[in-house]
């Protein structure tokens, strides 16, 4: 673009709001999307199956370089110096979790899921496995290891 890093930085205001741009498109072009099926009205287990088909398949492009979740990425290297970035993580996080909880909402009216699920802990339990999720696919995990590994926490909270 012929542009200089401090007319890019300028234009933004400076490097911090420049990075806070990028993540909240990241966060609203990217991953905010995928939620969108968790989110709806009706919404059920089969949309927290598709979210994490979504997920795996994002994280396991192979057009895509293995460079991580921006999200992980900001927790683990900015959230300590970047409060405003931290805060972004964290509306995010909660809205993965809300996301979830109302699909498990759904489920539980839909008699998907055991009678003993706690919702609120399971939406929890999900939501850490999302970020988990999103961490080791920086690593190289294939799709189909991910799809297991999701598999196995819903079979967990599935009605027999």
Do not use: W
Not at 17 to 45: C, K, N
Not at 73 to 93: G, H, I, L, W
């Amino acid at each position: 673009m012929g542009l200089s890093r401090q007319s890019l930085y300028n234009t933004f205001g400076g490097k911090e709001q420049l990075f806070h741009r990028v993540l909240d498109y990241y966060i609203e072009t990217r991953m905010a999307p995928m939620l969108a099926g968790m989110e709806a009205e009706g919404a059920d287990l089969r949309a927290i199956e598709v979210y994490f088909d979504a997920l795996a398949r994002g994280s396991t492009d192979p057009e895509e370089p293995r460079n991580g979740c921006l999200i992980v990425n900001t927790v683990v290297e900015q959230a300590q110096a970047d409060c405003d970035a931290a805060e972004r993580v964290t509306q995010f996080s909660t809205r993965i979790e809300k996301a979830l909880l109302n699909a498990l909402r759904g489920a539980q009216a839909a008699e998907q899921l055991k009678a003993s699920i706690r919702l609120p802990e399971a939406a929890k339990f999900l939501a850490t496995l999302v970020h988990g999720l999103m961490t080791i696919s920086k690593v190289g995990t294939s799709r189909r290891q991910q799809l297991a590994t999701a598999r196995l926490a819903l079979t967990a909270l599935r009605a027999e």
